[in-house]
């Protein structure tokens, strides 16, 4: 085939979708100024995500207009799998977010489904990944039942999710994950969680087990626990290494994938700006040409490393996973550089607001991540308190200060510091 006709059926194809998460409104914003097309968040109730800030109501709303003044889609997550006692509550939950106005609600249970669709029908329906969506009868079956869209199981090749593309619908969407932690149950529905410490991983409650490090038994030898070595600290018997498919955006295209979704509902807004910047460039590059896509490769794998992660791996998408998609010696990430926050408003005498997430200090060399994609390198010429007095470090998060910079940045930069790196 040649390289014009190549191209050709890269421009043929829908544009991917890079969905994006965010755990609080200034996540939100950021993921719209980064490059997201749309961001999925959860509310207060119904969500999987108990241990991340979430949003109140208020904070939906306020979140809903600015990604529509951005022309960018917000998502609500409501993807537990409920009990008799949540129904209720849904009911009610389901009649304010009508008000809010999304641009969909993810969710997995049935009965949510069936709340949803009754008191929301204008509001689009996306059926979650817990759902176990793993074949095209299934994706047919809820297209029937009115929904939009189906995200995939973690589980599947892109041999199998280019398959479910062929027997449904076309206006009928495919979202896959692209980029975040990989679980080590099944679709996600952990009992592991449940099991040790009483909190519902299929609730929202998870407490991430799967990262503990852990011993085996003999089943004749009670109360005798044999280590598995491999090394001083243990083995880490269930921690996953996490996706990546920064590599391999044409072939998620080729199999007929319309959201590339990002994992992460409760990471800093460092992690979410450095990787919705990477994915943003790295689709926008090939659909321009496959060659700069490939020119460009390293700097996409540059950048995305320099987010928190636990190594890479490509998942189920080219076949089952082997024993090299595990982490067995710790269950620590990779960090290359600390949050420092995210710069406000222009003050007087050339400083501007900063609420500081990490500590830094007056001469130390820091970096400004621009939303164009540049990375600009800066001094700290002085940190003042809110009121006015000099400050040699900021060593307190959440504080709000005044800093002056021998760069001058814009509203909504990301500034951030490279990590000393043990040997």
């Not at 076309?170 to 990989?182: C, K, L």
């Not at 990471?267 to 659909?287: E, M, N, Q, S, W």
Request: charged fraction near 30%; aromatic fraction near 10%.
């Amino acid at each position: 085939m040649t390289e014009q006709k190549k191209q050709n059926q890269t421009i043929d194809r829908r544009k991917p979708e890079l969905l994006v998460p965010a755990s609080s409104l200034e996540v939100l914003k950021t993921a719209v100024n980064y490059g997201a097309d749309a961001v999925y968040i959860g509310g207060e109730a119904f969500g999987l995500r108990a241990k991340a800030k979430n949003f109140s109501m208020e904070e939906i709303r306020e979140g809903i207009q600015y990604a529509h003044a951005h022309k960018r889609k917000v998502y609500i997550t409501a993807n537990i799998l409920a009990h008799n006692e949540d129904l209720e509550g849904a009911e009610a939950y389901f009649g304010e977010l009508k008000e809010a106005a999304p641009d969909a609600l993810i969710i997995s249970d049935p009965g949510m489904f069936t709340i949803a669709k009754r008191i929301c029908p204008e509001i689009e329906i996306h059926i979650s990944t817990q759902a176990n969506n793993t074949n095209y009868m299934t994706y047919q079956f809820w297209y029937e039942q009115g929904a939009k869209r189906v995200v995939s199981a973690r589980e599947l090749s892109l041999k199998e999710i280019k398959e479910i593309r062929e027997h449904i619908p076309e206006e009928m969407e495919i979202e896959s994950f692209m980029h975040g932690a990989m679980c080590i149950s099944y679709s996600g529905r952990c009992l592991l969680s449940n099991y040790f410490t009483g909190r519902d991983a299929n609730q929202g409650a998870c407490t991430h087990p799967c990262r503990w490090k852990y011993a085996i038994m003999e089943e004749t030898r009670p109360g005798e626990y044999l280590p598995v070595y491999e090394n001083e600290r243990g083995t880490f018997l269930f921690n996953s290494k996490d996706l990546c498919m920064i590599e391999y955006i044409p072939e998620m295209v080729e199999a007929g994938i319309d959201s590339f979704k990002i994992e992460g509902r409760m990471k800093t807004a460092l992690y979410v700006a450095a990787v919705a910047r990477t994915y943003r460039k790295a689709i926008d590059d090939y659909f321009e040409s496959e060659e700069k896509y490939r020119e460009n490769m390293p700097w996409y794998l540059e950048e995305i490393s320099k987010c928190t992660y636990r190594q890479f791996t490509t998942g189920f998408y080219f076949g089952k996973p082997d024993a090299d998609a595990q982490i067995y010696d710790n269950n620590t990430y990779i960090k290359e550089y600390t949050y420092l926050g995210i710069t406000g408003e222009s003050a007087e005498d050339g400083y501007f607001r900063l609420e500081q997430k990490n500590k830094f200090s007056v001469g130390e060399e820091i970096e400004i991540m621009k939303t164009s994609g540049d990375n600009v390198f800066t001094q700290v010429l002085s940190i003042r308190a809110e009121d006015g007095s000099d400050q040699d470090s900021a060593p307190h998060p959440q504080q709000r200060l005044q800093v002056k910079l021998s760069v001058n940045p814009v509203p909504g930069d990301i500034l951030r510091v490279r990590c000393e790196i043990p040997d």
